[in-house]
């Protein structure tokens, strides 16, 4: 088959791959309308397989602020995205598969995992002196009581 292959075909060929992780299938699941966990990338390496699904089905770049929706991990990420993707390709002017670690994207990415907790109301958060997230836990709603009750 010459030229770009279809969407289902670059999904199932990525599928088949060794180069998925939790969170790029959360993105898949999602952008499929399947059920979908929800994962988010906690670090570079989770990130850099997101980046290279979302290379390969550029298609759903401009949707992944739907994953917002996830959580506030998701949300925090969404939110510092373009700055994260940048750090994650431009750390240090060292292209990434040239360098051993990425402490600034690594750090960069904690930080709006924090944000994104410490701007939702439904958890209860401890934050390092750093600023990153150290614990939480969901506060329970109203919806959790009626959940609760039957």
């Known amino acids: 088959m010459t030229g770009l292959k279809t ?3 670059r999904v199932i060929s990525w599928l088949l791959s060794d180069d998925t992780g939790a969170s790029s299938l959360s993105i898949c699941a999602h952008m499929l309308g ?7 990338p906690s670090d570079c390496s989770d990130l850099g397989r997101c980046l290279r699904l979302l290379d390969l089905v550029p298609e759903w770049t401009p949707r992944l602020h739907e994953m917002a929706t996830y959580g506030p991990d998701w949300k925090g990420l969404i939110d ?3 700055q994260i993707v940048h750090l994650y390709h431009n750390e240090g002017g060292v292209p990434f598969n040239e360098r051993p670690r990425s402490p600034e994207t690594y750090r960069a990415m904690k930080l709006a995992i ?37």
């Open 7 to 9: 969407l289902e075909r």
């Open 34 to 40: 399947e059920p979908c966990e929800g994962y988010a």
């Open 114 to 150: 924090a944000e994104g907790y410490r701007n939702d109301p439904n958890y209860e958060c401890g934050f390092g002196g750093d600023g990153t997230l150290t614990w939480c836990k969901r506060i329970p709603g109203e919806s959790d009581d009626e959940d609760l009750e039957s």
């Open 80 to 82: 510092q995205w373009e």
